[in-house]
């Protein structure tokens, strides 16, 4: 009797500090959004999005990183996702079986957990060295294409696992050949994951900066790029950059910074977590 | 006197009315069956008596189980102490991915015994009366998913008699098994009767038949009839008993 | 004509599959080919024993040493952090939380591993050193507590999302077994569900070490670019990662030897998470379908 209740006792308070652990994070997260809203939310004007990079930090402004920002994520989806998509067809509808498959399926696995600085290695001597893209926009963009394809592999991959292979044998039933099936039948069912997958790739493409510091792109950019090979920063980058210098001023700079960052990050956070619930609800075959 | 008593049991999972209206009464040292179609509410009905459903979102219930005239949803019970004292066997084997002896002991580890004298005692008892022990006495640290499927429904049936529960619930403890192995359950419930008291889920109304003194058979969440094996088999009462024991729906 | 098609078909998105492999290879003999050329100049010997690297001033050394142990430092403050809060909410979330709370907690708890690493480096620097200076004597404004706590925040949801997934995996039969032997739901999780688990949780967790690893913004904004052999957590040290960091935005010339530490820095960080993937992708297929 005296161990039931004892027992019952331990299972209570796991319970509370279950409770509790998950309300950590939580709360940690609210803290550091309420801390950097008043630091930085007064600072958002007209002027701060319009205005060029300044020595003196009430003059500064995030006009050329977020049209950096803009101009990366254009580039980094036109470049990433023809390719992961691409890719993920192929090692579920083609090469599932064969050795190629094996080893590209293992490679990727491995891929996604290199650190992005070592993109930022990668990119520097092939972009920026060898193909002479100079610490430009396109080299920033392969750069960070290749350093998401693995996640939009991943998810293309898994979306069309999901597609029920009865879709497909009515196709083929039909006299349709392989490619028609895909095209037609599969990836449409399994546009909802990859486009979620997607979504959540070019989110984590907008918040990196490691890789776009080491291929050498500058914090400090004076005007505004008008094609893929002119120079450029971005966001993560000001805001790096101005959380390294010492006057105060500059540090409410980057918080006001990181909030239209959080913003973007979260909005296509949301629109891929919202896109998933849909496309899950709706996948009850 | 009867053991176990239900009044009034209405049960439901979300909206949808699980069991309706049950009350009966069960004795002590005898087999009682519950047949009927899928769905009908039988292995809900089991898993009320020590509160299997607890954990299942959604799960209301409405009515009172007695079990020696204790009402088991009482707030002073202690859901714990209750599964020991009223033991489950489920339909699918599951035994813990751990050694045949372990598997056994884990009743009693679970209360802070682990004095290794009193375990390896516990669990050489268990396994004979479930009729294990020759087949596995020299394996006893074996994995117990080495065994066979048959093998491995009784390990769980000496799994749940380690903690010398009263009552057992076997939900379906055969329809996992090959014929050979159904009937070595079967001999094995007819021998725990009398020491025990077990209440069976069956799909098989052959082995309701075979085994069970009383039989009680479910429609739609009522229970449709209620009384001596033999009687229910040979002359129902009701037209829906006399089609399902006649295999004319099912 | 179909069949042409199809067939050029399959060989573009094969080109597609082949451009994974490509940047594999790219990575590799890129980090080999640069470190070569300084592996000649320093000796590997002193590269892993000499406890000083300071490639960058008149007096050169070249030992990994101290970058090691910030890194090393860092991660192990980070995981100190994660690792228990994540396994029990992990735990929580699948044997006690109602479904619909599950549902609401999760992606919410995700959100933490998508903010950009460069905000935890400025919530790092600015507040939790900060306020931990308050407490701790001798803190000084770039260290390795606040860059490993905060970066154990952030990879918080890695563990306890893989984790929750390998507990739900567990068969319900296992659980309802243990629960109608009188167990409680946390002598079920710790007898139970946790080993039958623990594969999935190895995983979870060497996956995280590798993430920790070979994170860059919040160390480099908030541990400091002092390469100090020591394992004193008030101090600032410098990771492997942040070091790469200083020489990219410093002015160094191609080719040069400092320029090729670094491709060394960097080749030890590569093999470091790469083995740590390799051996989680080996666990992951061994211990894969173990439930029927």
Redesign the interface.
Request: contains cysteine; charged residues 15%; glycine residues 8%.
């Given at each position: 009797m005296n161990s039931i209740r004892k027992n019952r006792i331990t299972d209570t308070l796991f319970n509370y500090l279950g409770i509790a652990s998950t309300m950590f994070g939580l709360i940690m997260l609210a803290i550091f959004i309420t801390n950097i809203l008043i630091d930085g939310i007064a600072r958002i004007d007209w002027q701060f999005l319009t205005s060029l990079p300044s020595r003196k930090p009430e003059r500064a402004g995030i006009l050329t990183a977020w049209t950096g920002t803009a101009w990366i994520l254009g580039l980094t989806a036109v470049f990433a996702i023809p390719l992961g998509v691409a890719a993920g067809i192929y090692l579920e509808e083609y090469g599932k079986k064969n050795k190629l498959g094996t080893i590209i399926e293992i490679n990727i696995t491995n891929l996604a957990g290199v650190p992005s600085i070592i993109y930022g290695l990668l990119g520097l001597e092939i972009f920026v060295r060898i193909l002479h893209f100079g610490a430009s926009l396109m080299a920033g963009a392969f750069t960070l294409a290749l350093l998401i394809l693995p996640i939009i592999i991943v998810a293309t991959r898994e979306a069309i696992r999901a597609v029920p292979s009865s879709l497909r044998e009515a196709s083929f039933g039909m006299g349709a050949t392989k490619w028609q099936t895909i095209w037609h039948q599969v990836l449409p069912a399994a546009s909802g994951g990859i486009l979620t997958g997607i979504i959540l790739s070019l989110s984590r493409a907008v918040g990196e900066t490691a890789p776009l510091i080491v291929i050498g792109a500058l914090a400090y950019v004076p005007f505004v790029a008008k094609t893929p090979l002119d120079e450029f920063t971005v966001l993560p980058m000001q805001i790096f950059n101005w959380t390294s210098r010492p006057q105060h001023g500059f540090i409410i700079n980057a918080a006001a910074a990181i909030i239209i960052l959080l913003v973007l990050t979260f909005i296509m956070n949301g629109i891929a977590i919202y896109l998933r619930n849909r496309w899950q609800k709706r996948v009850k075959w | 006197m009867p053991t176990i008593q239900t009044i009034d049991i209405n049960a439901w999972y979300g909206t949808k009315q699980a069991l309706k209206n049950i009350s009966l009464e069960i004795e002590e040292h005898s087999i009682t069956a519950f047949i009927g179609p899928s769905g009908c509410g039988k292995s809900t009905f089991i898993r009320i008596f020590?509160r299997?459903n607890d954990?299942i979102?959604g799960f209301k219930m409405e009515g009172q189980v007695l079990i020696d005239r204790q009402d088991i949803n009482a707030k002073e019970v202690?859901?714990?102490?209750?599964?020991?004292r009223v033991?489950?066997v489920?339909q699918?084997p599951?035994?813990?991915?751990?050694s045949i002896f372990e598997n056994v002991a884990?009743?009693l580890?679970?209360?802070?015994i682990n004095d290794k004298k009193v375990l390896s005692e516990v669990v050489e008892k268990s396994l004979m009366r479930a009729a294990l022990w020759d087949e596995v006495k020299d394996d006893l640290n074996h994995p117990a998913l080495s065994l066979s499927g048959g093998q491995q429904q009784r390990l769980?049936i000496a799994?749940?008699l380690a903690?010398e529960p009263k009552i057992i619930l076997m939900d379906e403890p055969a329809s996992a098994l090959d014929p050979i192995s159904t009937s070595k359950i079967e001999d094995l419930a007819t021998e725990l009767k009398e020491n025990y008291t077990i209440i069976i889920v069956t799909h098989n109304m052959q082995q309701a038949a075979r085994i069970s003194d009383k039989t009680a058979f479910f429609y739609m969440g009522e229970m449709i009839e209620y009384d001596k094996t033999t009687d229910l088999f040979t002359n129902p009462r009701h037209e829906r008993t006399e089609n399902y024991i006649t295999g004319r729906f099912g | 004509m179909v069949r042409i098609k199809e067939k050029v078909i399959e060989g573009l998105l094969m080109t597609a599959g082949m451009i994974t492999i490509l940047t594999t290879l790219g990575i590799i003999w890129i980090l080999f080919s640069e470190s070569y050329g300084f592996f000649k100049e320093v000796h590997i010997v002193d590269f892993l024993s000499d406890t000083q690297w300071t490639p960058l001033f008149a007096q050169k050394h070249y030992g990994i040493l101290p970058l090691l142990s910030g890194t090393l430092l860092v991660t192990f403050i980070a995981i100190m952090v994660a690792l228990p809060l994540g396994i029990i909410i992990a735990i929580y979330l699948s044997e006690y939380a109602p479904a619909n709370f599950r549902n609401k907690v999760k992606p919410s708890l995700e959100i933490l591993a998508a903010v950009p690493t460069v905000v935890y480096g400025f919530f790092a620097l600015t507040v939790v050193t900060p306020f931990l200076q308050n407490f701790i004597p001798g803190l000084s404004t770039f260290n390795a507590l606040s860059a490993g706590m905060v970066m154990g925040i952030m990879i918080i949801p890695m563990i306890s999302s893989l984790s929750e997934d390998a507990l739900t995996a567990v068969p319900k039969s296992l659980r309802e077994a243990s629960y109608g032997m009188g167990a409680t739901r946390f002598q079920t999780a710790i007898k139970v569900t946790v080993p039958a688990a623990s594969s999935g949780i190895l995983v979870s967790v060497i996956l995280a070490i590798g993430r920790a690893i070979g994170e860059t913004m919040i160390v480099t904004i908030a541990a400091g670019q002092q390469p100090v052999f020591t394992f004193d957590i008030r101090q600032s040290v410098e990771t492997i990662t942040a070091y790469i960091v200083q020489v990219s935005l410093g002015d160094v010339q191609h080719g040069s030897l400092e320029y090729q530490t670094i491709y060394a820095a960097g080749i030890t960080l590569f093999l470091f998470t790469f083995l740590l993937n390799n051996i989680s992708y080996f666990i992951k297929k061994k211990y894969q379908e173990k439930y029927e």
């Amino acid at each position: 009797m005296n161990s039931i209740r004892k027992n019952r006792i331990t299972d209570t308070l796991f319970n509370y500090l279950g409770i509790a652990s998950t309300m950590f994070g939580l709360i940690m997260l609210a803290i550091f959004i309420t801390n950097i809203l008043i630091d930085g939310i007064a600072r958002i004007d007209w002027q701060f999005l319009t205005s060029l990079p300044s020595r003196k930090p009430e003059r500064a402004g995030i006009l050329t990183a977020w049209t950096g920002t803009a101009w990366i994520l254009g580039l980094t989806a036109v470049f990433a996702i023809p390719l992961g998509v691409a890719a993920g067809i192929y090692l579920e509808e083609y090469g599932k079986k064969n050795k190629l498959g094996t080893i590209i399926e293992i490679n990727i696995t491995n891929l996604a957990g290199v650190p992005s600085i070592i993109y930022g290695l990668l990119g520097l001597e092939i972009f920026v060295r060898i193909l002479h893209f100079g610490a430009s926009l396109m080299a920033g963009a392969f750069t960070l294409a290749l350093l998401i394809l693995p996640i939009i592999i991943v998810a293309t991959r898994e979306a069309i696992r999901a597609v029920p292979s009865s879709l497909r044998e009515a196709s083929f039933g039909m006299g349709a050949t392989k490619w028609q099936t895909i095209w037609h039948q599969v990836l449409p069912a399994a546009s909802g994951g990859i486009l979620t997958g997607i979504i959540l790739s070019l989110s984590r493409a907008v918040g990196e900066t490691a890789p776009l510091i080491v291929i050498g792109a500058l914090a400090y950019v004076p005007f505004v790029a008008k094609t893929p090979l002119d120079e450029f920063t971005v966001l993560p980058m000001q805001i790096f950059n101005w959380t390294s210098r010492p006057q105060h001023g500059f540090i409410i700079n980057a918080a006001a910074a990181i909030i239209i960052l959080l913003v973007l990050t979260f909005i296509m956070n949301g629109i891929a977590i919202y896109l998933r619930n849909r496309w899950q609800k709706r996948v009850k075959w | 006197m009867p053991t176990i008593q239900t009044i009034d049991i209405n049960a439901w999972y979300g909206t949808k009315q699980a069991l309706k209206n049950i009350s009966l009464e069960i004795e002590e040292h005898s087999i009682t069956a519950f047949i009927g179609p899928s769905g009908c509410g039988k292995s809900t009905f089991i898993r009320i008596f020590n509160r299997m459903n607890d954990y299942i979102e959604g799960f209301k219930m409405e009515g009172q189980v007695l079990i020696d005239r204790q009402d088991i949803n009482a707030k002073e019970v202690r859901v714990e102490e209750l599964r020991q004292r009223v033991g489950i066997v489920f339909q699918k084997p599951n035994p813990f991915p751990k050694s045949i002896f372990e598997n056994v002991a884990y009743g009693l580890r679970i209360q802070g015994i682990n004095d290794k004298k009193v375990l390896s005692e516990v669990v050489e008892k268990s396994l004979m009366r479930a009729a294990l022990w020759d087949e596995v006495k020299d394996d006893l640290n074996h994995p117990a998913l080495s065994l066979s499927g048959g093998q491995q429904q009784r390990l769980c049936i000496a799994r749940t008699l380690a903690v010398e529960p009263k009552i057992i619930l076997m939900d379906e403890p055969a329809s996992a098994l090959d014929p050979i192995s159904t009937s070595k359950i079967e001999d094995l419930a007819t021998e725990l009767k009398e020491n025990y008291t077990i209440i069976i889920v069956t799909h098989n109304m052959q082995q309701a038949a075979r085994i069970s003194d009383k039989t009680a058979f479910f429609y739609m969440g009522e229970m449709i009839e209620y009384d001596k094996t033999t009687d229910l088999f040979t002359n129902p009462r009701h037209e829906r008993t006399e089609n399902y024991i006649t295999g004319r729906f099912g | 004509m179909v069949r042409i098609k199809e067939k050029v078909i399959e060989g573009l998105l094969m080109t597609a599959g082949m451009i994974t492999i490509l940047t594999t290879l790219g990575i590799i003999w890129i980090l080999f080919s640069e470190s070569y050329g300084f592996f000649k100049e320093v000796h590997i010997v002193d590269f892993l024993s000499d406890t000083q690297w300071t490639p960058l001033f008149a007096q050169k050394h070249y030992g990994i040493l101290p970058l090691l142990s910030g890194t090393l430092l860092v991660t192990f403050i980070a995981i100190m952090v994660a690792l228990p809060l994540g396994i029990i909410i992990a735990i929580y979330l699948s044997e006690y939380a109602p479904a619909n709370f599950r549902n609401k907690v999760k992606p919410s708890l995700e959100i933490l591993a998508a903010v950009p690493t460069v905000v935890y480096g400025f919530f790092a620097l600015t507040v939790v050193t900060p306020f931990l200076q308050n407490f701790i004597p001798g803190l000084s404004t770039f260290n390795a507590l606040s860059a490993g706590m905060v970066m154990g925040i952030m990879i918080i949801p890695m563990i306890s999302s893989l984790s929750e997934d390998a507990l739900t995996a567990v068969p319900k039969s296992l659980r309802e077994a243990s629960y109608g032997m009188g167990a409680t739901r946390f002598q079920t999780a710790i007898k139970v569900t946790v080993p039958a688990a623990s594969s999935g949780i190895l995983v979870s967790v060497i996956l995280a070490i590798g993430r920790a690893i070979g994170e860059t913004m919040i160390v480099t904004i908030a541990a400091g670019q002092q390469p100090v052999f020591t394992f004193d957590i008030r101090q600032s040290v410098e990771t492997i990662t942040a070091y790469i960091v200083q020489v990219s935005l410093g002015d160094v010339q191609h080719g040069s030897l400092e320029y090729q530490t670094i491709y060394a820095a960097g080749i030890t960080l590569f093999l470091f998470t790469f083995l740590l993937n390799n051996i989680s992708y080996f666990i992951k297929k061994k211990y894969q379908e173990k439930y029927e």
